[in-house]
């Protein structure tokens, strides 16, 4: 019978199952999911290979089960980063700055995109858990429809938008670069929602003009330069 790690059973399994996705999470980052088995993950976390079949049946199931953990850990702690915040702009703002600085693994991992690689089952799964950091940013357009501080649209379309915007986007690792990067990142989304004016403070310090309005002279049905780039930003 294998030691248990920890002070129960429950503990023992869920202490393992941290170092299977500790071990998974380590060899995407450095070859890919593709290119990488069940068997070098249970060596790299120092779990018994017969030993890990207890806890996942395969490759996916571990991939869903790391992807299922690391969105309940983020969505809970962006629920708190949200809870102590009534106006819908900077709710908004909120959740594009832990967007950008949130790492996922599974969308960095170097070599084919996952949906490449993963069965249409396991990819419904991961789309799941996708779908629940969705309904926060919902949750939040949804108030700022209601209180009349965003305009009145689709959401189906605008919530896709957004997060596509978001995961392709690119930013510093440090420095004022990064800052400049995230502020202006937060200000394109709120453009791209329909928030056409920021305090003075603000467009100042990035150097932002924001608040002329929104209609220069197109017409009525013709996107604007924000909805191009955003509708660029979708994956293919």
């Known amino acids: 019978m294998p030691k248990i790690i920890g002070g129960s059973l429950h503990e023992h399994r869920e202490q393992t199952r941290q170092k299977l996705f500790a071990a998974l999470s380590a060899l995407m980052a450095e070859r890919g999911f593709d290119a990488i088995t069940l068997a070098e993950i249970a060596q790299a976390a120092g779990v018994g290979r017969t030993a890990v079949y207890n806890h996942f049946p395969d490759k996916e199931a571990l991939l869903v089960g790391f992807i299922t953990h ?33 790492k996922r693994v599974y969308h ?3 070599g084919p995109e996952l949906r490449s690689v993963l069965s249409r089952q396991t990819q419904a799964r991961v789309r799941e858990h996708v779908v629940v ?16 501080v965003f305009p009145a649209q689709e959401l189906d379309t605008t919530v896709p938008l957004v997060n596509a915007c978001l995961s392709g986007r690119g930013v510093p690792e440090d420095g004022p670069e990064r800052e400049r990067a995230i502020e202006q990142t937060e200000l394109f989304v709120l453009r791209a ?25 197109r017409g009525d049905d013709e996107p604007a330069d924000d909805d191009r780039a955003l509708t660029a930003a979708i994956p293919a």
Not at 76 to 94: F, G, H, M, N, Y
Not at 133 to 148: M, P, Q, Y
């Open 193 to 217: 929602v329909g928030v056409t004016a920021v305090p003075s403070d603000e467009r100042a310090s990035t150097g932002a003009a924001v608040d002329e309005p929104a209609n220069d002279g």
């Open 70 to 102: 690391e969105t309940e850990q983020y969505a809970a702690s962006l629920q708190r980063a949200l809870d102590d915040l009534d106006d819908p702009v900077e709710r908004l703002r909120t959740y594009v700055s832990q967007q950008i600085q949130l």
């Open 108 to 110: 960095l991992a170097p």
């Open 133 to 148: 950091v969705e309904r926060i940013l919902r949750d939040i357009l949804t108030d700022g429809i209601a209180s009349g």
